[in-house]
């Protein structure tokens, strides 16, 4: 069989979609992938053949970041429509010869076309119950809407989603020599989406009109050791505290309350640096700054992993039995964080309230004996294999 595989976005985006990538060619099918530019030689070195899709999503930094001013709404409008027509363009060409496609993500607004074109099957997944459209919960994750409430704001999200992308999606449709579309979101999502996240972490939402199958969480195993100077910090005294927001736009100021907050509670830090480039605030021997880590030999060996609340690294924190501490700063990170909470295995401290105050009493709580304890019992019930359930569900629809 030969699958195209397509992912957008960030690295929580696109992992995901490599890790199901790894476990099809593992069965011996015939794997494409669809990745931004900047992931195209990390993919490249794990032995895939890719075709860039989209544009690098890593925000400016350093002096770049300064100089950097906001998009006009004429720019932002000439962005998406470069966008959408980029995905059909780079999917079309991928997915000649392929046999199905699946995609990774919400923001996949042409798969589902392509895949008509070729008549062939695909599906789109997501990565967090939040996107998919249900009373339970709001577009945005957060938690405390009633039903009629969460319902209206999911009816303004799609008529969103049709002002900034219909008209788009028609017209490269109709490149292709298929008919127009009255429903942006319903047409990306199809009528039976997967979601590609934990039960236990993000059970499946009530939905209406959608046939959802939940897979677990696309995890891909990471073999990488540890650098020697990470695993000489990490042997030279109790657990640290692990600090990193990942592919964030998080202001160094973040890193230096989370240090600070750390040391109040009398923890070592391992600061990972990610695309903001955090840094040290000083040269004191309790603080390691480190680039890209395996997160999965990682995190067993620290005592709390404080992070923005991406899908992945909550799920590789709740893994490795460790408790958490959310900065939610936007998507489903609000989600992950109501999450966490409600399962007693962390805590979280909302991004415009974040202080060296409010992030040390969060801390405290989840350095807390009884939170830990949920923390280690939970990691046994997180299942290990999404990647695997996808595959026979691809091979199953591909029979």
């Known amino acids: 069989m030969r699958v195209l595989l397509t992912g957008v ?14 476990e099809m060619r593992r069965r011996g099918h015939d794997v494409r992938l669809c990745v931004p530019p900047n992931f195209i030689d990390w993919v490249g070195g794990l032995g895939f053949t890719a075709t860039p899709i989209g544009i690098a999503m890593r925000p400016p930094s350093g002096a770049a970041a300064a100089q950097a001013s906001a998009p006009t709404a004429e720019q932002l409008r000439a962005l998406v429509a470069h966008l959408v027509r980029d995905q059909f363009d780079a999917t079309a060409a991928a997915a000649e010869g392929c046999d199905v496609i699946v995609a990774g993500g919400a923001h996949q607004y042409a798969t589902r076309s392509i895949a008509e074109r070729l008549s062939i099957p695909s599906v789109v997944a997501v990565y967090a119950p939040v996107a998919l459209p249900s009373s339970d919960h709001p577009p945005d994750g957060e938690p405390g809407g009633d039903q009629e409430s969460n319902l209206r704001r999911w009816q303004d999200g799609s008529r969103s989603w049709n002002e900034r992308l219909l008209e788009r999606l028609n017209d490269n449709r109709e490149r292709l020599g298929l008919g127009p579309l009255s429903d942006v979101l319903g047409h990306v999502l199809g009528e039976a989406p997967w979601l590609a996240a934990d039960a236990v972490l993000g059970p499946p939402p009530a939905t209406q009109g959608l046939r959802v199958t939940q897979t677990g969480a696309w995890l891909l195993p990471d073999p990488t050791p540890l650098v020697p100077e990470l695993e000489a910090f990490l042997a030279a005294g109790e657990p640290p505290v692990y600090v990193g927001f990942g592919s964030m736009p998080a202001d160094q100021q973040t890193g230096s309350i989370a240090i600070e907050a750390a040391r109040a509670v009398g923890r070592r830090v391992v600061l990972s640096q990610g695309w903001a480039e955090l840094g040290r605030v000083d040269d004191a021997p309790d603080c390691i700054a480190i680039g890209d880590v ?10 709390a992993v404080v992070h923005h609340g991406g899908a992945g690294t909550t799920t590789t924190a709740a893994r490795a039995g460790v ?8 998507s489903d990170q609000p989600y992950w964080a109501s999450r966490v909470r409600a399962l007693g ?5 909302a991004r415009g309230a974040l202080s060296a105050e409010s992030l040390l009493a969060a801390l405290r709580g989840a350095l807390d004996r009884g939170v830990a304890a949920r923390a280690a019992a939970i990691a046994g019930a997180v299942a290990v294999d999404g990647t695997a359930v996808a595959a026979d569900l691809i091979e199953r629809a591909s029979a």
């Open 9 to 22: 976005g960030t690295r929580g985006d696109v992992q995901p979609v490599v890790a199901l990538a790894a």
């Open 294 to 303: 395996n997160h999965q030999a990682l995190f067993p060996r620290v005592a």
């Open 345 to 349: 295995i962390g805590t979280s401290v």
């Open 323 to 330: 408790p958490q501490v959310i900065v939610p700063m936007f």
